[in-house]
Nanobody, 116 residues
Framework: VQLQASGGGLVQAGGSLRLSCAASGSTFVINSMGWYRQAPGKQRELVADISRGGSTSYAPSVKGRFTISRDIPKNTMILQMNSLKPEDTAVYYC???????????WGQGTQVTVSS
């Protein structure tokens, strides 16, 4: 499975960005998918995830501002980010969890910078 993230950029506080993650390869092994982020000097943290059945969960810091969605036939995942804050600045990574095993697939990361 290969994951390709895109859509990052520079935006002012209060603005919006839309991140996309395209999966390719043996996508049938993918169960849930998610977005993580890592700010400089901080640990990578879960932002949001979505199950194959469509159940979602969000980090408290983004709940109500970010929306995760997934198009399984098109093998894509979207993170719509609204009301962005400077503290949302980070490299965002898409992640896929297979149905079995502990291995996780990662995309290459896309930079999101929110200016105040």
């Amino acid at each position: 499975v290969q994951l390709q993230a895109s859509g990052g950029g520079l935006v002012q506080a209060g603005g919006s960005l839309r991140l996309s993650c395209a999966a390719s390869g043996s996508t049938f092994v993918i169960n849930s998918m998610g977005w993580y982020r890592q700010a400089p000097g901080k640990q990578r943290e879960l932002v949001a995830d979505i199950s194959r059945g469509g159940s979602t969960s969000y980090a408290p810091s983004v709940k109500g501002r970010f929306t995760i969605s997934r198009d399984i036939p098109k093998n894509t995942m979207i993170l719509q980010m609204n009301s962005l804050k400077p503290e949302d600045t980070a490299v965002y990574y898409c992640n896929a969890k297979p149905f079995s095993g502990a291995y996780r697939y990662w995309g290459q990361g896309t930079q999101v910078t929110v200016s105040s």
